[in-house]
């Protein structure tokens, strides 16, 4: 199957809870509203990346974006990684962890397109 045409979408959803002495603190939350546009587009020659204004990244040094509608972009507020021929990373900023008792972590995830 030629993967060239494969769309896969990942809507990613994250949120990061901490429980301390205290209660419970969100303490990372993304769903994307509002970045339209950001995150790498690419073809065979050059990658762009536009992370401007928000406080993630994204990795594309395992990609082969062999195409101009190759990326890993933010579309309709929702994260997806379109034909990216490798490894793509979406990273969030650090978060410290370490003075937590317990932690929480829920994403949220689709996938359209087959392999």
């Known amino acids: 199957m030629n993967l060239k045409v494969i769309q896969r979408t990942l809507l990613l959803v994250t949120t990061l809870i901490g429980h301390d002495a205290f209660g419970q603190t969100t303490l990372y939350n993304e769903n994307f509203t509002g970045q339209n546009g950001k995150g790498a587009i690419g073809g065979s020659l050059s990658i762009t990346i536009d992370t401007g204004g928000v406080d993630w990244a994204v990795d ?3 990609v082969d974006f062999q195409n ?4 890993i972009q933010v579309v309709n507020e929702k994260i997806e990684f379109r034909d990216t021929e490798g490894n793509a990373k979406w990273i969030s900023p650090a978060i ?15 996938e359209v397109g087959t392999m």
Request: aromatic fraction near 4%; glycine fraction near 0%.
């Open 68 to 71: 101009s509608d190759d990326y």
């Open 96 to 110: 410290t962890i370490s003075n937590l008792n317990t932690l929480t972590l829920s994403i949220e995830l689709s």
């Open 60 to 62: 594309t040094l395992s």
